[in-house]
């Protein structure tokens, strides 16, 4: 059992969200979706819960109104294997209606936070050539979407 799970609150997309996030992600799925019964505190029917998995990682979500809202302070970090990856998600997390923020973060359209992050870009920027990770993370400091060729040509000095 995962002791931790991350609870993401909706107004009332809670399963639309799951779904789309699934399809998204390898090994994702809906496990379970609970309505709101004739006690309340919404009304009877409305989905209440849906627990779901993202590539194996356990998460709930829950319809708890529109009154609470996300900040890019807490947000999914998506750790990408290639560009290709990066590109494929940040394009599907804006559709409709996400907006990009900045070094890889962006608001989907439900409005929750996630940073789309190329795992090579922690390779530049820890790299114990200080001049060079300084200038990679000048360079991702300046992009919305993580430009992983971007970052990797200012690491070698081809851009200032």
């Excluded at 990856?85 to 209606?97: F, K, M, N, P, Y």
């Amino acid at each position: 059992m995962q002791k931790i799970v991350t609870n993401l609150w909706y107004d009332t997309q809670a399963e639309e969200a799951a779904e789309f996030y699934c399809s998204l992600f390898e090994d994702s799925k809906i496990t379970n979706v609970v309505p709101y019964s004739e006690v309340g505190p919404r009304e009877a029917g409305l989905t209440m819960l849906v627990d779901f998995e993202l590539n194996g990682q356990k998460f709930t979500a829950i319809n708890g109104g529109g009154d609470y809202h996300y900040t890019h302070a807490m947000s999914l970090l998506v750790n990408c294997d290639s560009q290709d990856e990066v590109d494929r998600l940040w394009t599907a997390l804006l559709a409709d209606g996400g907006q990009p923020i900045e070094c890889g973060w962006l608001n989907d359209k439900y409005g929750i936070p996630w940073q789309i992050w190329p795992v090579e870009a922690d390779t530049l920027l820890t790299s114990t050539n200080r001049e060079a990770a300084n200038r990679a993370m000048q360079a991702m400091l300046g992009m919305q979407k993580i430009d992983l060729q971007g970052m990797r040509d200012a690491y070698e000095g081809k851009i200032s």
